[in-house]
């Protein structure tokens, strides 16, 4: 007799006996893929499974035993009120990313502004950025050819015809003084930082930057005061422990108007200065 889904809901609890959060994403993982309901997932205790309805449990079960996210076994994460294609070729976006989204959302544009996502990875900050602004120009710059590909296909399914995308090391290929504002949330973790051990799915490079994990805020910082216009801001999503460091990395750099902003952790994640 093929086993029901009473089994593999006491297989999950049995295997992960005291996370409550693996529980909670099986219970996502069959209502998402699987389109079950609640009655049949808590009410009969005998509910049957087809072969496929098995085998994408046991599918599910074995990423979890090797530590694979719910975003990458679902190929999908939700970011700013929208749902966006994520594999391993790009970070899972954050949730206290979306403030990089709430600011810029909140500024009063003028005509013809041009806003700059530079590392856009998935491409959820500059799609986000452009799905609320349709009246500006937003362009998402990756220099990974892997990352252009899964922000073109969110680019393609939100059918936008308002951010483009620029394959470039950094700000390199732009041109200088043509952009009002660039929004970067780039690799900012330590090589030597422990965390990483708990990111191992994620692309190494999208997360670690040289220089104790500065080096990158250094080139975007110095690039950024070429390509944006007079006037242009700049705004950094960083780690948590990192607002002074950044703060005098872009000072350096002749930015002015300097202002960190904290997360709903209280935690200063975001700094942005004016050129």
């Known amino acids: 007799m093929s086993p029901n889904l ?33 009655t049949a997932i808590y009410i009969d205790r005998d509910y049957l499974l087809s072969n496929d309805e098995q085998g994408a449990i ?8 090797n530590g694979v996210p719910l975003d990458y076994i679902l190929k999908k994460s939700f970011f700013y009120g929208n749902e966006f294609l994520v594999d391993k070729r790009v970070l899972i976006p954050r949730p206290e990313t979306e403030l990089l989204v709430d600011y810029i ?5 003028l005509d013809d502004i041009k806003i700059l996502d530079a590392g856009t990875g998935s491409g959820c900050i500059g799609i986000s950025i452009a799905i609320d602004n349709p009246n500006i120009e937003v362009y998402g710059l990756d220099y990974s050819a892997k990352s252009i590909e899964v922000a073109n ?23 200088d003084r043509s952009i009002d504002i660039v929004v970067s949330n780039p690799p900012y973790i330590d090589s030597e930082d422990k965390h990483l051990r708990d990111l191992i799915h994620e692309p190494i490079s999208a997360l670690v930057a040289s220089e104790g994990g500065l080096g990158d805020f250094k080139v975007i910082s110095y690039q950024a ?19 002074s460091y950044v703060s005098n990395i872009m000072r350096e750099n002749g930015f ?3 202002e960190s902003f904290k997360d709903h952790q209280s935690h200063l994640r975001i700094t942005k200065g004016i050129i």
Do not use: C, M, R
């Open 105 to 109: 959302n909140n500024l009063k544009f």
């Open 256 to 258: 002015n108007n300097i």
């Open 6 to 38: 009473n089994y593999f809901k006491n297989k999950v609890a049995d295997t992960w006996p005291n996370d409550h959060e693996i529980s909670k994403e099986f219970i996502f993982y069959l209502k998402e893929v699987l389109d079950l309901k609640d």
């Open 225 to 243: 005061s070429l390509k944006l216009k007079k006037g242009g801001i700049l705004i950094f999503e960083h780690g948590y422990q990192q607002a």
């Open 153 to 175: 296909a969110n680019k393609n399914y939100f059918e936008l015809n308002n951010f483009s995308l620029i394959h470039s090391d950094w700000l390199s290929s732009i041109k």
């Open 58 to 65: 046991e599918e599910f079960i074995n990423h979890k035993k």
